[in-house]
């Protein structure tokens, strides 16, 4: 991914009702969430809704399936691996952050350093 994929992404995240929507949507896993049982958890209407989960999907950061006469939302995980990797590999220093492919299993395994001990650290080597 690069920054120009990225834009979009952020963009789409930056609004409180569309992030906690995506964060529950990540909660669900693969079998994702119908829109009434969304719009229920987050309190918000079901139009108002629609309109934030038409723009996380026009993103890419979601998708949609219908099954019944309800439609299903889920995230993509691709695009969501896509955005963590470009922002450990492009955002932080290696020694802060970085993402290790575990063959075994197929995933990525990211790891984040304590951050606040790394800077102690160093300011204590000035």
């Known amino acids: 991914m690069d920054i120009k994929e990225a834009i ?7 609004q409180e009702t569309r992030l906690r929507a995506f964060r529950l949507l ?6 994702g969430l119908p829109a ?3 719009s229920e ?4 209407p079901q139009n108002t809704l629609s ?4 723009h996380l999907s026009n993103a890419g950061i979601i998708r949609s399936r219908r099954e019944g006469r ?10 969501m691996h896509g955005l963590i990797s470009f922002m450990v590999k492009d955002c932080c220093s290696e020694d802060l952050a970085s993402i290790h492919e575990d ?10 350093a304590d951050c606040c001990d790394l800077i102690d650290k160093r300011e204590e080597k000035r």
């Open 70 to 79: 309800s439609i299903i939302y889920s995230a993509n995980y691709d695009v």
């Open 26 to 31: 990540v909660q669900a896993g693969q079998q």
């Open 41 to 44: 958890k987050l309190g918000t």
């Open 51 to 54: 309109f934030h989960l038409s």
């Open 36 to 38: 009434g049982e969304l």
């Open 8 to 14: 979009p992404l952020f963009d789409a995240l930056s």
């Open 103 to 112: 063959k075994s299993n197929g995933c990525s395994i990211i790891e984040l």
